[in-house]
């Protein structure tokens, strides 16, 4: 069976990602899927909206196909695939009829990049909201640039460098998501959209949504906001392992513990382009960045070393190079900003600026 699961039910415009037991990790031939899949649903005058879910109960998606991108020979693979995803990624956030985005379960990396982005975002109590990349020594890319540094004063900075995992309330205070909505309910929410008349746009979709949302109650990370906003209001790497030896609170202690677990290259890499992004212009501007900085991190940098201890030996031992922060070059850092291949938007700036 196809890898997309691709149908019109009633109004509605389905994409189905179907790779269950890989979490629905995102492959090549996927993105082309489901682009081809917007491309049909956008021609047709009878589709009211178009919902993207992932199949299984474990998640809408887990990222990106790793275990491709290593065991790729060259940088060919990668760049056509990361060029093709980050267009995909910024076709959703432009697309012309509503867009949801159901995201049950695991929503990790390239997951965020095909649902962060949409009109309308729906988390539930099972959902686990990530970008983790610096724990593979890498970026978090498909728009988590852009993402990022519109949440809450530092909030975003603090999940792109540690990567941590929040569940519905945290993803809606984040503006990662926008509606919770009870995971027994899905199925009903899935008819209502499906009876839309075909002219009923956002506001009709909006209306279907908000019908079976509930609260989700408070968010934990508001609690932890001020000390968060003081400890990563840094620019520098340092600065902020500082501020978190200064507050000495428990929180701020597991924090400190969890960012030196990381790549320090993807890390110092990382917070340059959070703090790109929050002037950025759009959301192609960051994906335009990202994208040469992973091509930067996949031939130079720590994250075929990342895969390798995360998912081709899962020895989760990655040896990082280099293994220390103070050791870590400005110089390259800055290298890796600079255009590596022909831009991925036409007209697009491709400088570190």
């Given amino acids: 069976?196809?890898?997309?699961?691709?149908?019109?039910?009633?109004?509605?415009?389905?994409?189905?990602?179907?790779?269950?037991?890989?979490?629905?990790?995102?492959?090549?031939?996927?993105v082309g899927e489901i682009d081809a899949?917007?491309?049909?649903?956008?021609?047709?005058?009878?589709?009211?909206?178009?919902l993207l879910t992932g199949e299984g109960?474990?998640?809408?998606?887990?990222?990106?196909?790793?275990?491709?991108?290593?065991?790729?020979?060259?940088?060919?693979?990668?760049?056509?695939?990361w060029r093709d995803e980050y267009r995909l990624d910024a076709r959703i956030a432009n697309y012309e009829k509503p867009f949801v985005a159901v995201m049950d379960g695991i929503t990790m990396g390239g997951g965020v990049g095909l649902?962060?982005?949409a009109a309308h975002r729906i988390v539930t109590e099972r959902s686990r909201v990530a970008m983790p990349e610096t724990g593979i020594g890498y970026l978090p890319d498909v728009g988590g640039t852009w993402l990022l540094p519109r949440a809450p004063g530092e909030v975003g900075t603090y999940l792109g460098l540690t990567g941590a995992?929040?569940?519905?309330?945290?993803?809606?205070?984040?503006?990662?998501?926008?509606?919770?909505?009870?995971?027994?309910?899905?199925?009903?929410?899935?008819?209502?959209?499906?009876?839309?008349?075909?002219?009923?746009?956002?506001?009709?979709?909006?209306?279907?949504?908000?019908?079976?949302?509930?609260?989700p109650g408070p968010a934990p990370l508001a609690a932890y906001q001020e000390t968060i906003d003081r400890c990563f209001a840094f620019d520098m790497v340092d600065e902020i392992l500082s501020a978190l030896d200064a507050e000495g609170s428990a929180f701020a202690a597991d924090t400190k513990t969890t960012l030196l677990e990381k790549s320090p290259s993807s890390l110092v890499l990382t917070l340059c382009l959070l703090r790109l992004g929050r002037g950025?212009?759009?959301l192609e501007a960051c994906l335009e960045r990202e994208f040469h900085a992973?091509?930067?991190?996949?031939?130079?940098?720590?994250?075929?070393?990342?895969?390798?201890?995360a998912v081709i030996d899962k020895d989760k031992a990655p040896r990082w190079n280099p293994a220390r922060l103070d050791a870590v070059e400005p110089a390259r850092i800055a290298g890796w900003l600079k255009p590596r291949a022909a831009p991925v938007f036409t007209g697009?700036?491709?400088g570190p600026i």
Avoid: W
């Avoid at 917007?38 to 589709?47: E, G, I, N």
């Avoid at 790793?66 to 056509?80: K, M, N, T």
């Avoid at 519905?168 to 929410?189: G, Q």
């Fill in 57 to 81: 109960e474990r998640g809408l998606c887990a990222g990106g196909d790793l275990r491709g991108l290593y065991e790729s020979v060259g940088p060919a693979f990668a760049e056509d695939f």
């Fill in 1 to 30: 069976m196809s890898e997309v699961i691709v149908a019109q039910d009633g109004t509605l415009g389905r994409i189905r990602l179907n790779r269950p037991k890989a979490l629905n990790a995102l492959t090549h031939g996927m």
């Fill in 115 to 117: 649902s962060g982005h």
């Fill in 294 to 309: 992973s091509l930067a991190l996949l031939e130079e940098g720590d994250f075929r070393e990342g895969i390798r201890a």
């Fill in 165 to 215: 995992p929040v569940a519905a309330a945290d993803a809606i205070f984040c503006d990662l998501a926008d509606s919770f909505v009870p995971a027994d309910a899905l199925p009903e929410l899935v008819a209502a959209l499906s009876g839309l008349a075909p002219d009923a746009g956002r506001d009709g979709v909006r209306e279907a949504v908000a019908h079976f949302a509930r609260d």
């Fill in 37 to 50: 899949a917007l491309d049909r649903f956008s021609a047709d005058k009878a589709v009211a909206a178009v």
């Fill in 280 to 282: 950025a212009p759009n």
């Fill in 348 to 350: 697009a700036r491709t």
